[in-house]
């Protein structure tokens, strides 16, 4: 498949948030492609985080599950000197970052965005033809 000759979105960087920007956007009837200069398997947060519940329904984006979440509002556990406070009933989940950027990259091809990886936007004008990719563009306009 070749990359569009012509888009209306370019998102640059895709991990959680230009996936989820990209699946927005193609969602929207914007003809949209999301780039990476990473492989797309390896873009954004790779590790687990600690991330808000309320977070997913602010984004309108469906709650993780499954091995995406590593712990569900697991006892957060203080200790200073003699002191032990745990911390329960706190709305944070633990998730594999990895499988949650996977996931919001499918929303996006699923939305009909188009992803490209190992495609790096550089320079300071807001060009498509700035980026260098593996591949290379058809033609290089953005609209
Ligand atoms: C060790 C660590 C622990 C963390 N723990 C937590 C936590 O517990 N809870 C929490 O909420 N947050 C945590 N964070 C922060 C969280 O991971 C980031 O806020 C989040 O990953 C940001 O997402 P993002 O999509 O904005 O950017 P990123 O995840 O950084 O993704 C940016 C993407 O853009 C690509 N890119 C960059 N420049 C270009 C370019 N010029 N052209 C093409 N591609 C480009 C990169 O390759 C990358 O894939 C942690 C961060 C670190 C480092």
């Known amino acids: 498949m070749s990359l569009p000759e012509r888009v209306d ?3 640059v960087g895709a991990g959680t948030a230009g996936a989820a ?3 927005l956007g193609a969602r929207a009837g914007l003809r949209t492609l999301l ?3 990473a492989p797309l398997d390896r873009a954004g947060a790779q ?11 602010d984004a309108r984006i469906a709650q993780p599950r499954g091995a ?3 712990g569900d509002e697991v006892p957060y556990h203080f200790v200073a000197g003699e002191g032990h ?5 706190h709305g944070v989940l633990e998730l594999d970052m990895h499988l949650l950027v996977a996931r919001l990259q499918q929303d996006a091809r699923d939305a009909g965005a188009t992803l490209e990886e190992r495609c790096a936007r550089s320079g300071s004008r807001a060009a498509w033809s700035a980026a260098r ?3 290379t563009a058809a033609s290089s306009s953005p609209t």
């Open 9 to 11: 979105l370019l998102v």
């Open 21 to 23: 920007v990209a699946s």
């Open 35 to 37: 780039i990476d200069r």
């Open 47 to 57: 590790w687990i985080n600690a991330v808000p519940r309320w977070c997913f329904d």
């Open 68 to 70: 995406e979440l590593v």
């Open 85 to 89: 406070v745990v911390v329960r009933d």
């Open 133 to 135: 990719c593996a591949r």
